[in-house]
């Protein structure tokens, strides 16, 4: 696509079909779902709703294609994903356009997922150079220890709404690497850029079979079948930690090799000597992107006493000031929510908080036309036993609490059975230090307020999730070491 992106363009151009070792094709029972814009409520266009036929077949190719794969030369498999982060940059208009329209985020926001996205196949188009394994001696020096490292195998990925193409490539990155096939199932309300995608790969050289898409309304009729087949050896999902608990109990049965990245519910502290402009800047990233529907999103603002007041004008000021509207507007900063469920769950949860004594001082309503609007909003004097402070929130609410002392910060801030990310803000070395070790999380942003980056391991601890995507350590979720011992 040369011209413009349009709606239609973009549109009519994404494929809403299955693809099937390397055929695009219709569910067996011809049967098909609507895709939704969430700034409007309209039906976008109709996709292909599989069965667990279709998924069996989309797993019967990945497995046929593995052998073949796995001896593909590592040039070849980072020079794929070379061109596909290439071809992400040279059509990310047309891709962030579509993302938009079923997603619902600002297009600036879209840009910046594609980008993201596409640095997933830059780093692992590096990574697939450098698998390696060692040679040695014994101890006693009686035998030769040789250590490889090779491909899992047949991976089932199945990622959510919020980032419909990061998601992906976080995952599809590291499993084209190290050689491993794949059956990815998109969340539903967000197919069309994994289609794009695929049909992205498919043009920089994927070979037919390495990736299966499968789409469908019932994700767990199509993945029960994947999940429970032998032939699989991976399962890697990011999603709610609802959904990862039944998928890890799924898992068991054949003992396969499962990454998870679940929800979050992160702290933000803000000490006394905290650089305060620094921390609003870095609130209004971890709390805006995505419109607050990001597992790193921050959940909770725990800011000292003494700055609290002047901390909430400034992050009140900023965020009122946002302007919500239609994603593909020019102008607009913040999109609709997903659905009314999510839209209605964030205004039950700043209810309860002002029900429970908070102060509303910024937003706090719904949008009333069409669309699932909800107005960014800062929340003070929250007590403890607020929902809002103990639910994964994923919306646009920022509720502030208040301490007294390091301890205090550390204790509330851990007081959770997530584990994501954490944000802390300070410009004492020793406390930042102190924090950073205290706190349960797999990741911090200190004095900055976004983590997400392909060259470091992104992940969480507790029910946050286990495995890391990304950095040095994102290629080995997609590696058995093999150990071979021969006489010296
Ligand atoms: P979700 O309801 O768990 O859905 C995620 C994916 O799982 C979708 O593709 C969904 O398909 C599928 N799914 C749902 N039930 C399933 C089942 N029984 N068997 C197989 N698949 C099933 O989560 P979401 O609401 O889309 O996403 C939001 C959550 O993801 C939040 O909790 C967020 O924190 C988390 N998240 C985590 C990370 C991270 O890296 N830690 C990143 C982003 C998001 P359908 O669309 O058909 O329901």
């Known amino acids: 696509m040369t011209s413009v992106p349009t709606e239609q363009s973009v549109l009519s151009a994404v494929p809403k079909q299955l693809l099937i070792a390397g055929e ?17 409520g309209l039906t976008l266009c109709e996709i292909a709703d599989a069965t667990p036929d279709d998924a069996r077949a989309a797993l019967d190719a990945a497995v046929a294609a593995q052998p073949g794969w796995a001896a593909t030369p590592p040039n070849e498999r980072s020079e794929i994903l070379h061109r596909a982060f290439l071809a992400l940059g040279e059509r990310s208009e047309e891709l962030a356009l579509l993302m938009t329209l079923e997603m619902g985020k600002a297009l600036a926001e879209s840009r910046g997922e594609l980008a993201y996205a596409a640095e997933f196949f830059r780093w692992f188009s590096g990574e697939a150079l450098r698998l390696d394994g060692y040679y040695k001696t014994s101890g006693n020096g009686a035998s030769r220890v040789l250590v490889m490292r090779q491909p899992v195998g047949p991976c089932y990925f199945i990622t959510p709404w919020n980032f419909p193409n990061a998601m992906g490539t976080r995952k ?34 994927l070979p037919p079979g390495v990736l299966n898409v499968i789409t469908a309304t019932s994700s767990s009729a199509v993945s029960e079948p994947i999940i429970g087949d032998p032939r699989l050896r991976k399962l890697s999902f990011t999603g ?14 054949q003992v396969l090799k499962v990454s998870m990245e679940l929800g979050g519910n992160a702290p933000f502290l803000v000490f006394a000597d905290a650089d305060l402009d620094a921390a609003v800047d870095g609130a209004m990233l971890a709390k805006m992107r995505n419109m607050g529907e990001a597992c790193t999103s921050a959940n909770r603002f725990h800011v000292h006493e003494s700055v609290a007041e002047e901390f909430a004008a400034k992050l009140a000021a900023r965020m009122g000031a946002l302007a919500v509207g239609r994603g593909t507007e020019a102008g607009t900063d913040v999109g609709p929510l997903i659905d009314a469920v999510q839209r209605d769950k964030v205004a039950e949860l700043v209810d309860d908080a002002v029900a429970r004594g908070a102060t509303v001082v910024t937003g706090g309503t719904k949008g009333d036309g069409a669309g699932y609007f909800y107005a960014p909003t800062v929340l003070t004097g929250v007590p403890a036993e607020a929902q809002v402070l103990n639910e994964e929130i994923f919306g646009p609410v920022a509720p502030i609490a208040t301490f007294a002392t390091d301890e205090e910060a550390i204790a509330a801030a851990n007081r959770t059975e997530y584990g994501l990310v ?53 290629i080995a979720e997609y590696l058995e070491t093999k150990y071979v011992a021969f006489p010296a």
């Not at 695009?24 to 098909?32: C, L, N």
């Open 422 to 474: 954490a944000y802390v803000f300070t410009r004492d070395l020793g406390r930042a230090f102190k924090v950073c070790e205290a706190l349960e999380t797999g990741m911090i942003g200190l004095n900055q307020g976004i983590v997400s980056n392909a060259g470091a391991p992104f992940g969480g601890v507790k029910q946050s999730g286990t495995g890391r995507e990304g950095g040095n350590e994102g």
């Open 240 to 253: 709610s930690t609802e959904v990862g608990k039944k998928l890890i109990a799924q898992a068991a049965d």
């Open 172 to 205: 599809i990155g590291p499993a084209i690497a190290a050689g491993c096939t794949m059956v990815v199932k998109p969340a539903q309300q967000t197919p069309l850029s994994m289609l794009a995608l695929a049909k992205v790969l498919e043009e920089c050289g």
């Open 24 to 40: 695009w094709r219709d569910a067996s029972g011809g049967a098909t779902f609507g895709v939704e814009d969430p700034a409007t």
